[in-house]
Nanobody, 112 residues
């Protein structure tokens, strides 16, 4: 059974940092590009970042470039999203996506 399980969300003050994790199981993780998306209340789900199967290539939405870092560990079957200099507008449910499968999401709230 293909499964993606996110963790690491929470409440953080503006300017703070969080690291999200997404543990994958049930498929050959190292063969697939992995993605992070987010969805704020009342807004459409938007792509945040992606990392290629071998981690050679990474891409970021312009809104997070320079503040967020995506990477993966193909031994641990886990993809990460390090978020720094967080802003209130980064508040959203963050989802991991890969192999046509979505995780359940983890809430990130940036507020003082």
């Amino acid at each position: 059974q293909v499964q993606l399980v996110e963790s690491g969300g929470g409440l953080v003050q503006p300017g703070g940092s969080l690291r999200l994790s997404c543990a994958a199981s049930g498929f050959t993780f190292s063969s697939y590009t992995m993605y992070w998306y987010r969805q704020a209340p009342g807004k459409e789900r938007e792509w945040v970042a992606s990392v290629s199967a071998t981690a050679v290539n990474t891409n970021y939405a312009s809104s997070v470039k320079g503040r967020f870092t995506i990477w993966r560990d193909n031994v641990k079957n886990t993809v990460y999203l390090e978020m720094k200099s967080l802003k209130p507008e980064d508040s959203a449910v963050y989802f991991c996506y890969g192999r046509n499968t979505w995780g359940q999401g983890t809430q990130v709230t940036v507020s003082s």
